[in-house]
């Protein structure tokens, strides 16, 4: 039985895919609702379409495809360190994943979505939390020192609206008309004029996010990345594309012509570029789950490929599947949601693992808010802190904020926040990146920075 999502978060997900459509304007939003990060920000779509993907550079309005390849080619990785973020979509249930199972006003405020004492395993960190049966995943990568856990992460004031709170934690400030997204300032500081891939979002549109003032960035539609011929296939396919090169060549000798036979030849380029991460030919060293939502584990799975590849990719940016605005039926849908989420999370860690990357990449794992500690029946409504996890083999693997407990509740009775997303923000910026978080963080000296790094 699927659950009843609020109708401000449908709206929500419906201004999303406008994000950074120029001169399409939105859907109707509520009222005051802030705009995407990224909203009007140039977009060029290349030659980039299969039959499950297309290619969308933001933010370079000048860029000819020539200069992509020159980008991409030029910007070697070496040891770059990547971020990658992934959203859990509708604001999960934190009380869930990691539950106070012997806290007696846990089960009083939830006579029916309790777990039981005994249900779950528990919490390394904290005896009186326990696991989720679902997110065993998450447990034994804790157990082995992988996944520092915040299990109360939030900000003052706390904003119920998913538009609204997700806003704050894409652009990395409590401003309702932030226009750029954290990450993206990140990769105006790190970032180049020529690589859009430096800042990747698997989403189909631009993630608000990664949304930059000064330097492109990217869009993937889908998994499978190579160029296509509608109705054509197999040798006279083959001897299509040797017939685009030539005629690309030919055509370079003409001066009125050299810019259709720049297109076609770099066409071809792009082409042989892209072949390896066709959706056919990704074969991951460690298997991915399968079934309902198995296009996340996909997206890892090619990210994770891509950097085996060497493509200069500093920020990736996915949404994981899971209907997580539970506010019913959130027995019949969340434990398998959560199952989804953190198995393919654990396989994309084993994944990078298995490839000799692991050193690189720092995944953060985020929603814009958890639930109300009292149940509604047979779901929860919007509540304020929640939890925030941050995967890698470089992570200190320790508790950041205390659990506050259910004893004293904020003003509205939702859970009290024990950090800020912002102070999480600043560690990732100056441990992971070594940038100085006042760069990109407004404020930045005055939040706390938890030591996340090891």
Not at 224 to 233: F, N
Not at 272 to 290: H, K, N, R, T, W
Request: aromatic share 8%; net charge negative; hydrophobic share 40%.
């Amino acid at each position: 039985m699927a659950c009843n999502h609020c109708e401000e978060f449908t709206r929500s997900h419906l201004a999303r895919r406008a994000v950074a459509e120029a001169g399409k304007g939105l859907p109707p939003v509520e009222p005051g609702m802030p705009v995407p990060a990224g909203t009007g920000l140039n977009r060029r779509s290349f030659l980039l379409r299969s039959s499950a993907a297309m290619l969308s550079v933001y933010g370079a309005s000048k860029l000819r495809i020539g200069d992509l390849q020159a980008g991409i080619a030029q910007a070697a990785p070496g040891d770059d360190r990547v971020l990658v973020s992934i959203f859990l979509d509708g604001g999960i249930d934190s009380l869930s994943v990691l539950a106070p199972v012997n806290d007696g006003n846990y089960h009083s405020l939830r006579p029916n979505l309790a777990l039981g004492p005994g249900e779950g395993s528990p919490f390394g960190e904290d005896s009186s939390l326990h696991w989720h049966p679902s997110a065993g995943a998450f447990d034994q990568l804790h157990g082995a020192g992988k996944v520092s856990v915040l299990p109360a992460v939030g900000y003052s004031s706390p904003d119920q609206s998913h538009f609204t709170s997700r806003h704050y934690w894409e652009v990395g400030e409590l401003d309702p008309n932030g226009a750029t997204g954290w990450m993206g300032r990140l990769l105006d500081v790190i970032g180049t004029p020529d690589n859009p891939l430096q800042g990747l979002s698997f989403d189909g549109t631009l993630s608000p996010a990664l949304a930059t003032g000064s330097v492109p960035v990217a869009a993937l539609d889908g998994p499978s990345y190579d160029i296509w011929a509608q109705g054509v296939w197999g040798e006279p396919e083959d001897l299509m594309w040797g017939a685009i090169a030539d005629i690309g060549n030919a055509q370079r000798k003409d001066a009125g012509l050299v810019e259709a036979g720049d297109a076609a030849l770099q066409s071809m380029r792009l082409k042989a570029q892209l072949d390896p991460f066709s959706g056919e030919q990704i074969a991951p060293p460690v298997p991915y789950p399968s079934g309902d939502g198995a296009w996340f584990g996909e997206n890892l799975a090619a990210l994770s490929t891509m950097l085996a590849s060497g493509l200069p990719i500093r920020c990736a940016a996915i949404s994981a599947p899971g209907g997580f605005d539970t506010h019913d039926n959130q027995a019949e849908s969340f434990a398998g949601d959560l199952k989804l989420a953190a198995d393919s999370i654990a396989a994309f860690q084993a994944d990078l693992e298995a490839r000799g990357l692991a050193d690189r990449v720092l995944t953060l794992v985020w929603s814009e808010f958890g639930r109300r500690p009292e149940e509604n029946d047979s779901g929860t409504d919007h509540g304020a802190a929640g939890i925030g996890l941050a995967i890698g083999t470089n992570v200190r693997g320790r508790m950041i904020g205390e659990f506050p407990g259910l004893g004293q509740l904020d003003a509205d009775d939702n859970l009290r926040s024990t950090s800020d997303f912002r102070g999480l923000y600043c560690s990732i910026l100056e441990q992971w990146f070594n940038v100085d978080a006042a760069a990109v963080i407004p404020s930045a000296p005055s939040f706390y920075r938890p030591a996340l790094i090891g």
